[in-house]
């Protein structure tokens, strides 16, 4: 079993930075792969990034590609989401997840472990 827990999202100006931080419980956590999902209102939840268990090899969604940056630090559980140079299309609730696959998957369905989210909001 993996918890997690999102934090750092808030409201910020277009242009602006945020980092969004996603803590897991479990001695496992160095052991999956990583990704962050959004959903905003009235839409599917949409692939984001995703890092592998050793953070070897990440993967971004067209639409962040640039812009956002997905690291990790197994010693801490935790897993991080750099987002600079926001625009208000990136406004959603933020959500991580993981799975036990030695890859990074980019579909909702294959992740097991979900954390409750975090907002970002961008104004324009």
């Known amino acids: 079993q993996v918890q997690l827990v999102e934090s750092g999202g808030g409201l910020v100006q277009a242009g602006g930075s945020l980092r969004l931080s996603c803590a897991a419980s479990?001695?496992?956590?160095?052991?999956?792969?990583m990704g962050w999902f959004r959903q905003a209102p009235g839409k599917e939840r949409e692939f984001v990034q995703a890092?592998?268990?050793?953070?070897?090899?990440?993967y971004y969604a067209d639409s962040v590609k640039g812009r956002f940056t997905i690291s990790r630090d197994n010693a801490k559980n935790t897993v991080y989401l750099q987002m600079n140079s926001l625009k208000p299309e990136d406004t959603a609730v933020y959500y991580c997840?993981?799975?036990?696959?030695?890859?990074?998957?980019?579909?909702?369905?294959?992740?097991?472990?979900w954390g409750q989210g975090t907002q970002v909001t961008v104004s324009s």
């Open positions: 890092i592998t268990w050793n953070g070897g090899r990440t």
């Open positions: 997840a993981a799975t036990p696959s030695t890859v990074a998957l980019t579909t909702t369905r294959d992740y097991d472990y």
């Open positions: 479990g001695r496992t956590f160095s052991t999956y792969s």
